[in-house]
């Protein structure tokens, strides 16, 4: 197991990335890389690793959906009382990666982090199944639980308090959180690890892409 695993080698195969290949900011790049994933059929192009400065200093790390990406940066939504809210409050700053990799390719996002507007928060909830508004009631998002079945009575508590409800109001405590780029990095695997990496950093008030080496 551990052998295949040390000589398991792909190489990746692509048509490359030049400078001249880029789109002129982070956000647009985002959106044209996203669509060829799409098309691609990726799994969950839309996923991202949210990595955030944990209370005890150390990183700590997970998937969210991006739900909206704009100008202004990629929106997740999440509980406010879970252990990645608390991280956010307590350092407003985060790391988001997303990985394409039936593309052999990553993008790396750098940036702060604010709450999204209560309209904002309102307006997605609104778009979620019944079945995802009563979990977000339920779950305690990050807190331990005796087991399953505390977890199961919580729903169906839900469940039974919306009973006789249409439209299930958004929990205070539940809501998006916006990352807005600093910087942020491409990366387009090639053949013979020698894979093409650009990185966007603001220079007064323009992006301007750099290569790194691999
Ligand atoms: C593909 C994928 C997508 C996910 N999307 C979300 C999401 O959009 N929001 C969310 O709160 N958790 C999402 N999760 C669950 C989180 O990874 C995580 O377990 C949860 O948010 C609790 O994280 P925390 O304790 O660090 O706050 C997703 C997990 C996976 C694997």
Redesign the pocket.
Known sequence: MSDSIRDRRVQYESDGLDVGDLQPDPIRQWQHWYAQAESAGCV?PN?MVIS?IGLDGMP??????A?GVTADGFA????YG??????LIASPVASALFTWLQLHRQMKIRGTVTRLSATESDAYFATRPRSSQLGAWASP??EVLADRAELEARVAAADARFAGTDVIPRPVNWGGWRLSVVEAEVWQGRPSRLHDRFRYRRVDDAWVAERLAP
Not at 60 to 65: E, G, K, N, P
């Open positions: 969950e996923a955030t700590d790390s997970r998937y969210v959906l739900r997740f939504y999440t509980n879970s252990a990645k809210s608390a991280e998002q990050s």
